[in-house]
């Protein structure tokens, strides 16, 4: 038989660092109480959660590869919205996003989510804050907590 790893989602004295941004701040507000109550839930303890809001979502990157690099943190998150409608340089904005967060994972081995709404607009993003499509923060925070633990797994097999 094969061993097989599977993550677990007991996240007791698990570090977590979030970076959210301040852009769409109504959204992105939404995301962070999302992602907290699902490492809660996780059994995240308050005290092993920093978060830390930046102007916006070209800003997260900078900011997760700080908590990836800090020794501290287990698993970062990034939260932010990217809202087509409002910008003109929403490629550049979530591209930046999207390619930084992913580079800080593969660069330093900490995972580092990518809770990042990119939308047409913003009933959209609204929808999948806590509207009818769920919580993109909440489904980011159980990632976070399912990677770190496959990670562990993986690591020590
Ligand atoms: N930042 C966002 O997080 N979402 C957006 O929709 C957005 N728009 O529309 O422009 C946005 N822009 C700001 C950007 O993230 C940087 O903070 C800014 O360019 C300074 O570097």
């Not at 109504?26 to 109480?33: A, E, W, Y």
């Not at 929403?90 to 081995?109: I, P, R």
Request: with cysteine; proline share 3%.
């Amino acid at each position: 038989m094969p061993k097989e790893l599977r993550g677990d989602m007991n996240a007791q004295g698990l570090r977590v660092g979030i970076a959210v941004a301040r852009f769409n701040e109504v959204i992105t507000k939404q995301l962070l109480d999302g992602a907290l109550e699902a490492l809660a839930r996780c059994g995240v303890r308050d005290n092993d959660i920093t978060v830390a809001w930046v102007p916006g979502s070209f800003e997260l990157p900078v900011v997760a590869r700080a908590f990836a690099k800090s020794g501290r943190c287990d698993a970062v998150i990034c939260l932010g919205a990217v809202i087509r409608g409002e910008t003109t340089h929403y490629d550049m904005v979530a591209g930046q996003a999207q390619g930084g967060a992913g580079a800080v994972s593969l660069d330093t081995g900490v995972p580092t989510i990518f809770g990042v709404l990119t939308t047409e607009n913003i009933e959209q993003a609204l929808n999948r804050a806590g509207g009818k499509s769920g919580n993109i923060g909440t489904n980011a925070a159980l990632a976070a907590v399912e990677t770190a633990s496959v990670l562990a797994a993986v690591n020590t097999a």
